[in-house]
């Protein structure tokens, strides 16, 4: 169909399909210069108080650590508990041999028998002789003599119930107890051994009182007090315990530079003595601070900015940071609460640059 066009009509056409084929080409080269937005997920930051806190990591002490002894001298028969063993108070844990004991016993209650039958007869012969003074068969002096020796053998059977009571006393001293609720953390005598008075047997650890022991550096001594709140947390039980500062004791020397802070731990399950302790000292609270997560905050030349997402695109904000906790950072300057900011991907983003929302803004949790 071109054959019967002038040449200089066929040289435009030609001109003019170049110049159309090289636009579309220009135009498909800049969408693929174009970058796609950037998939980001976002936040709305919020405001909560946050604490100041000082951390360290201690040891638990045990208030209450008896070491059993022995109250008596006596060969040992019978060990009820074994190391790691859980124990009652009141529960029986070790038996001591009480032959001597139970021989005395005896020795004591007939004692107490022969004093009870001359008391018994000297009654008697009293009151014969009250008779015999009434009818003046017998002088007064002759039963004032029999009423002394009743008044003595009332005195001799006293002391002979109170050595028959002492015995019985000493001899159930051979039965050893449990003096709290525990667990047996030493066994120090074995079946056969010889102990003597005050000689150890067992030892006992409860953890119905422990006492923290968390050293501090010696920079913050001086803002440390008692009655300071203390949260404490231990790898031996998942429950968190609140409680406060006891006694500051001052280990500040050549070798710790550190003071000892001590808080009490009452009757929690769990927590044993000897363990690691975690501890942190509340030093006072910053109220309404706002937060975002540490993923928001991207370090630029011109240094930590979070980058604010509305009409989806991001807005660089240069901002200041303050106390940072479980994941969170607090912001003193440079966004407000309420604002939407970027987290995942907010590393990749540049300011003004478009963004595609991988989900829709949540609300950061204190």
């Not at 056409?13 to 159309?20: E, P, R, V």
Request: aromatic residues 2%; proline residues 5%; hydrophobic residues 40%.
């Amino acid at each position: 169909m071109f054959n019967h066009l002038p040449l200089n009509k066929l040289l435009t056409l030609g001109i003019c399909l170049g110049l159309t084929l090289s636009a579309c080409s220009k135009k498909d080269d800049d969408a693929k210069k174009t970058p796609a937005p950037t998939l980001v997920s976002t936040v709305t930051a919020q405001t909560t108080n946050l604490e100041i806190r000082e951390e360290a990591v201690g040891t638990i002490e045990g208030l209450m650590d008896p070491t059993v002894a022995a109250e008596v001298a006596a060969r040992v028969t019978k060990v009820l508990a074994n190391p790691g063993q859980k124990v009652s108070k009141g529960e029986l844990i070790v038996l001591l041999d009480a032959t001597d004991y139970q021989l005395q016993r005896a020795e004591a209650q007939a004692e107490v028998a022969r004093l009870q039958a001359l008391l018994s007869n000297q009654g008697r012969l009293v009151e014969r002789n009250q008779a015999l003074v009434q009818k003046n068969f017998i002088s007064k002096n002759a039963l004032d003599d029999l009423t002394t020796q009743q008044a003595a053998l009332k005195e001799q059977l006293a002391g002979a119930r109170s050595r028959l009571d002492s015995v019985s006393h000493t001899g159930s001293k051979t039965h050893v107890i449990a003096p709290i609720d525990g667990v047996v953390e030493k066994q120090i005598v074995s079946v056969g051994d010889y102990v003597k008075v005050g000689d150890p047997l067992l030892q006992i650890i409860s953890s119905k009182r422990l006492r923290a022991h968390l050293p501090y550096p010696e920079s913050i001594a001086a803002t440390l007090q008692p009655g300071l709140k203390v949260r404490l947390s231990t790898p031996t039980s998942p429950t968190e315990v609140i409680s406060t500062i006891r006694e500051l004791k001052p280990l500040i020397g050549s070798n710790n530079r550190a003071v000892d802070v001590i808080a009490d731990v009452v009757d929690e399950p769990g927590w044993q003595a000897g363990a690691s302790v975690n501890g942190s000292v509340i030093m006072g609270e910053h109220e309404n601070a706002v937060v975002v997560p540490e993923q928001s905050l991207v370090l630029r030349p011109a240094g930590e900015v979070v980058y604010v997402i509305k009409d989806n695109l991001a807005q660089q904000r240069i901002v200041k940071t303050g106390l940072r906790q479980a994941g969170k950072v607090e912001i003193t300057e440079g966004l407000s609460a309420g604002e939407v900011v970027a987290v995942d991907g907010a590393a990749f983003l540049t300011d003004k640059a478009k963004v595609n929302l991988q989900q829709p803004a949540q609300q950061a949790k204190p």
